[in-house]
Each structure stands twice: as C-alpha cells, then as structure tokens.
C-alpha cells in the first residue's frame, strides 16, 4: 500500500544518510528504492520530492563508496528507474550524468553497472560539449571493454544510435571516431544469437555508412571480391577494409537490412511507445541519405511511418520523422494511388499541431514534392487535400511574423502552392481567395537582404503560377499592388554589389521580371494600371 511503500522510503533514505552505514546496508537500501521506483510510478514523485529529502541521501551514499561496484550498480539502477518523465529533474537538479560517469570510470569491468550507465547516457540531458566530450567516449569505451556482456552492447549500441538521430552533430563526431564500424561488428560476432544486439550494431553501421554516402565518403570500388560487402552482412568487416573502401551497394546492403528491421519494430511493438519513437527516428535519419530513397520506398517504409503516426498521434518527435520518411518515399515518384494517401496524412499531421514550426516545415515539404508530380490528376488530389493545410499554415506564420524559422516555412509552403496552382485555374482562384498572397506581397516588400531573398523568389513564382494559369486572377491581383510589390522587389537588389549576395539579387529579380511580364501579357482590362505602376523599372533594369 501507499502508506507501507512510504515508510519503506523513508527507513531507505535513514540508512543512506547514516553515517556509520556499511555498503551492503547501502546497496540494500538503494535497490529497495530502485524496486518501489520500478513497480509503483506514484513512488517516483516522493523519491524525488523534497520532503524527506531522499535524492540528497542518495547522493551522499554514491559519493561515499564511489570504490564500492555495488553501491554504484544499485544507484545506477535506481536512477535507470526514475528517468521516464523524470530525466530533466535527475540531470539539472541531481548531478545524475556525473554520478553515472563517475561510475562507469570507476569500474569499468562491471557488465550490469556498465549497461545501465549506457543506457542512462541515452536518457539524461546533456550539452553539445558534454556529448561530444564525455557521453559518447564513454558509451565507446564501454562497448570496448565490455564485448562479452551483451546488455552493455545492445544498450551502448542503442545509446549512440539514439544520440546521432536526435542530435544531428553527433553523426558527423560519429564517423569521425576510428574503429566504431568495427565495434559494432565485433559486438555481432561475439552475440550472435541476441536479436537486440544485431538490431543496434547493424542500425550504428548503417547510420555510420548513410553518413559517409551523403558526405562523399563512400561510393568508390569496393575491395576485391565483394569482400567488404560480404563482411558486413556476415556481422563484421574484413581485416583491412576501411569505411572508404566500401560501394553504396554495402551502404544499401546494410541499409536494406536495418530498413527491414525498423519497419518490424514499428509493425511488431505497437504497445512501446519509445521503441517506435526511436525506430521513426533512425528511420527519418536513414531517409536523408538519396542512396536509400528507394530502400525506404520499397521495403515497407510508407505503411510503417502511416502505423507510427497512428500509434503517436500526439508525439511531434514521431510525426516530423515520418514525414520525413514519406518524403523520401514521394521523391521515388509514387504511384498514382499512394499520392493522395500522403497528401492526406500531410495535411492531417499539419492541422492537427499547427502551433509546431519543425512539423509545419516537414509536412510543407512533402506536399511540395507531391505537388510536383506529372499526372495532373494525381496534383489536383493532392490539391484537395493540401490547400487548407497550407494556407493555414501560411496565415500562422503571417501572424507570428516574418523571422528565421518562419520564413523558411512560408517559403516551402509558397513553393508547395505555385506547383499545385501551375496549369489549375480552379487552384489558382482558391489560392487567391486564401491568405497566400498577402503573405508573398509583405515578402516582396521586404527590404532587400540576404535572409528574405528565397522566400521572394517563392513568392514571384507562386504570383506568375496564378497568372498564366488564371487570368481572371490578375485585375484583383493588380488591386492589392502585386505589380508595385514586384517592382520594390526588383529596385531593392538593384543596388547589390558584394559577390555573395548577387547569386540571391539575381534570383529575386529575374522571378520580378518574370511576374511583370506574366502580368502584362495577362493584363485584360488593366493594362493600363500595370503600365502606371511598372513606371521606372527600365532604369533599373539598365
């Protein structure tokens, strides 16, 4: 009962703050808490709370038998325990990444102690300085000196796996570090049997191989024989082989490989949360690289991402990694079929957090891509479900205003819009009618400099989209000043000079150039209007 466990508490935390406690009085206490944190969650909170001050004795009790492996093993696990919803507290308020540091330095031939600090180093809250620096040396150093323990190399594996798809720079420290391909296989060799094993090694190699892909680092021959090729999927590289002397054919090999198995992840373990979000985000970290576009598209990624989005409706994490996935899966032109059902999943994902900027982002992009697909009609489906999402988007992010994040978002969002309008006068008239235009007319508006630039391309394109394809657009067009916004476009980069900006000058105005020309030949009825107010732009041209 509550009242039994409280008590139990209680006496635990007397005897770690006894001064003339021996360790083993210690450890017991420490796995007593560690249970009551695993088996009742409603203890989490008294353990944690100030009230009888059990984290302090905690500590304490750590700090005084650093030497004593049990002690630190027992604490380890307690802290493994609390960290779901708790793992900011422990880390900021308890010194948690120190203790569990501390203790996998202390001792290093501990198995148990060893993986559950790995898997705390997966948890806790760290700096870019603290991982690059201290967590990911260590979950290393771990995985070398504890190749028989297969816990430590299934967590320290996981561990890393997670750390690159969360935190982008950790990929690239990564590839960066000498022998980690070859501690992953030599984790496989030595646990042959242990499905977890394999699972993570194989997902570190395929990260590590996707890495040098798109960094240029692989794509060469391969050893001779297939030798590399064929030491991957055996579990291991060949003696002398490197990551360079592998082909995109191993990258794809592995890749195939851990594709196939996050798929069965996402499929298998509908009731684990954390195991699909960590599976969505290798997944989306995988689907980066143009070498597995296919891989993603072929291998059941499009069915996995749709489930994941299904079984975490309200993880934003899992949404914007299986939006990247389908969008991956779109770049492999998709059939007529599949097109509508991303589209639809796009749009839902967009309305449903229209408050997330990184979710906005994911899903403008994907419909960009399917907006771009040939058969027409496949474009017009995509239009009826994406139109709403995107002008909703795009009226947001005119409210919140125009800084870095947003623009990026309008800028994507317009380009989605332009292709979806482009030879569909019904679109064009409902892009019209929505926000969209206010938004690419305050674009072009904005004074001249670098950070605006790509969104007034957008916005020129999406204006000269709606004209050809639409001329009844262009009188209403020309009222709200489209002309005039196109000529302060095109005078505002007249006045660039430095190298690096006139790339981006001569972007923004050969897309001005472009929407007075459309408007002019469009112009029925208000030609005269647009000469007016295209008054002086050959002195900027010239």
């Known amino acids: 009962g509550g009242a039994e466990a409280e008590e139990l508490m209680v006496a635990a935390a007397d005897a770690l703050m006894e001064h003339d406690a021996v360790p083993e009085a210690r450890r017991s206490a420490?796995?007593?808490?560690?249970?009551?944190?695993?088996?009742?969650?409603?203890?989490?909170?008294?353990?944690?709370?100030?009230?009888?001050?059990?984290?302090?004795?905690?500590?304490?009790?750590?700090?005084?038998?650093?030497?004593?492996?049990?002690?630190?093993?027992?604490?380890?696990?307690?802290?493994?325990?609390?960290?779901?919803?708790?793992?900011?507290?422990?880390?900021?308020?308890?010194?948690?990444?120190?203790?569990?540091?501390?203790?996998?330095?202390?001792?290093?031939d501990?198995?148990?102690?060893?993986?559950?600090?790995?898997?705390?180093?997966?948890?806790?809250?760290?700096?870019?300085?603290?991982?690059?620096?201290?967590?990911?040396?260590?979950?290393?150093?771990?995985?070398?000196?504890?190749?028989?323990?297969?816990?430590?190399?299934?967590?320290?594996?996981?561990?890393?796996?997670?750390?690159?798809?969360?935190?982008?720079?950790?990929?690239?420290?990564?590839?960066?570090?000498?022998?980690?391909?070859?501690?992953?296989?030599?984790?496989?060799?030595?646990?042959?049997?242990?499905?977890?094993?394999?699972?993570?090694?194989?997902?570190?190699?395929?990260?590590?191989?996707?890495?040098?892909?798109?960094?240029?680092?692989?794509?060469?021959?391969?050893?001779?024989?297939?030798?590399?090729?064929?030491?991957?999927?055996?579990?291991?590289?060949?003696?002398?082989?490197?990551?360079?002397?592998?082909?995109?054919?191993?990258?794809?090999?592995?890749?195939s490989e851990v594709v196939t198995s996050l798929v069965t992840s996402i499929l298998a373990r509908p009731d684990d949360p954390q195991e699909v979000e960590q599976a969505c985000l290798m997944f989306a970290s995988l689907a980066k690289a143009p070498a597995n576009y296919e891989l993603v598209a072929e291998k059941g990624g499009v069915e996995a991402s749709l489930c994941a989005m299904e079984l975490c409706p309200d993880n934003v994490e899992v949404a914007v990694s299986c939006l990247e996935v389908l969008l991956a899966a779109a770049r492999c032109t998709p059939k007529a079929e599949e097109v509508e059902r991303l589209a639809t999943a796009a749009a839902a994902a967009m309305t449903k957090r229209s408050d997330d900027l990184a979710l906005q982002l994911a899903g403008s992009c994907?419909?960009?891509?399917?907006?771009?697909?040939?058969?027409?009609?496949?474009?017009?489906?995509?239009?009826?479900?994406?139109?709403?999402?995107?002008?909703?988007?795009?009226?947001?992010?005119?409210?919140?205003?125009l800084n870095p994040e947003t623009k990026q978002v309008c800028q994507v969002a317009l380009a989605a819009l332009a292709a979806l309008g482009r030879g569909a006068a019904e679109v064009s008239?409902?892009?019209?009618?929505?926000?969209?235009?206010?938004?690419?007319?305050?674009?072009?508006?904005?004074?001249?400099?670098?950070?605006?630039?790509?969104?007034?391309?957008?916005a020129c394109h999406l204006l000269v989209a709606m004209a050809e394809s639409s001329p009844q657009c262009v009188p209403e067009l020309v009222t709200d000043g489209a002309v005039e916004a196109a000529v302060a476009a095109l005078s505002g980069w007249a006045a660039v000079t430095t190298s690096a900006d006139l790339a981006k000058a001569a972007a923004v105005q050969r897309g001005a150039m472009q929407v007075l020309a459309a408007f002019s030949s469009q112009a029925k009825g208000c030609l005269a209007r647009v000469s007016q107010q295209m008054a002086g732009v050959s002195a900027v041209v010239k």
Request: charged share 20%; hydrophobic share 45%.
């Open 30 to 108: 420490l796995c007593a808490l560690a249970n009551l944190a695993s088996v009742q969650p409603d203890c989490q909170g008294v353990i944690l709370s100030d009230q009888y001050k059990m984290m302090e004795a905690v500590v304490t009790a750590v700090e005084r038998h650093l030497d004593d492996a049990s002690v630190q093993t027992s604490a380890l696990c307690l802290l493994l325990n609390l960290c779901p919803g708790h793992a900011a507290a422990l880390g900021q308020k308890h010194g948690a990444l120190g203790i569990t540091l501390a203790a996998m330095r202390a001792h290093p």
């Open 110 to 255: 501990a198995g148990d102690l060893q993986g559950f600090g790995c898997e705390l180093l997966a948890h806790l809250p760290s700096s870019e300085e603290e991982k690059k620096v201290e967590c990911i040396p260590e979950l290393v150093a771990a995985l070398r000196r504890s190749l028989p323990h297969a816990a430590v190399q299934h967590q320290g594996c996981r561990a890393l796996v997670g750390l690159a798809v969360r935190h982008t720079g950790s990929q690239g420290w990564l590839v960066e570090l000498e022998g980690l391909p070859e501690l992953a296989a030599a984790a496989m060799r030595e646990h042959p049997d242990d499905a977890s094993v394999e699972h993570y090694a194989r997902s570190l190699q395929a990260l590590l191989l996707s890495q040098e892909v798109c960094s240029g680092g692989t794509g060469g021959d391969s050893v001779s024989g297939g030798s590399a090729e064929d030491g991957l999927r055996k579990g291991g590289l060949p003696r002398g082989a490197s990551m360079d002397s592998l082909s995109k054919e191993a990258a794809l090999a592995v890749g």
């Open 366 to 401: 994907l419909l960009k891509e399917l907006a771009q697909h040939q058969d027409r009609q496949c474009a017009a489906r995509v239009a009826r479900c994406a139109l709403p999402a995107l002008l909703a988007t795009l009226e947001a992010a005119s409210e919140a205003g």
């Open 429 to 458: 008239q409902e892009i019209a009618s929505g926000g969209a235009v206010a938004l690419a007319l305050q674009a072009l508006r904005t004074p001249a400099e670098p950070g605006i630039a790509a969104l007034q391309a957008e």
